[in-house]
């Protein structure tokens, strides 16, 4: 629905104005929005089985079907590090990214929930079903993706981390949730 009022209210679809405003200033070329597959595109690996994961043919950006690759992604990730800016100039403001990338969860709801930004994860207040790992410090934000996509932003340590599966679901018995959070965890080992 948002992506219709988005339509409906600019003229452009999403993955335009994305196009235009975010993936031409950056510079990124490993990014978009595919209804096709190409040479370019990995595969995505699927159960057969499972019919609930598909791809569309829509280049809308309504779509689960955004490509990047772990490169690019890593570079989104800078690019929030350094709130907003790419190569000096200053291509979102970075109030807009603080927003994106602090807490914006209404108190109101479930403390124990996951704590949002606006679609990242972010680690603030002591939450149990939390995303990010028990190690990552405060401040810190993570977006996941479909296939298993994880990137991580610690700012307090100035680390972008970003891991890919490419895979849609998980095998029975996978404890996603762990998982998640270990890499986070893992990233904090390392420093």
Not at 18 to 29: A, D, G, H, M, S
């Amino acid at each position: 629905m948002l992506t219709q009022i988005v339509k409906r209210t600019t003229g452009k679809t999403v993955s335009a104005i994305l196009t235009e405003q975010v993936f031409i200033p950056l510079k990124l070329k490993e990014t978009g929005w595919y209804g096709t597959s190409h040479e370019n595109l990995v595969e995505v690996v699927r159960n057969p089985q499972d019919r609930s994961w598909y791809t569309s043919e829509s280049t809308d950006g309504d779509k689960m079907n955004m490509y990047v690759s772990a490169r690019e992604l890593a570079k989104w990730g800078l690019f929030h590090l350094n709130q907003g800016k790419s190569e000096g100039e200053q291509v979102v403001s970075s109030e807009v990214l603080a927003l994106a990338t602090t807490l914006q969860s209404p108190h109101l709801i479930d403390s124990d929930l996951p704590q949002n930004g606006f679609l990242w994860f972010v680690k603030d207040l002591p939450a149990n079903k939390t995303e990010i790992g028990e190690l990552v410090p405060q401040g810190s934000y993570q977006i996941l993706g479909y296939t298993g996509v994880t990137l991580l932003v610690i700012p307090q340590h100035s680390i972008v981390a970003v891991r890919a599966f490419n895979s849609f679901g998980s095998p029975e018995g996978f404890d996603y949730l762990s998982d998640v959070r270990a890499f986070g965890d893992s990233i904090m080992q390392c420093i």
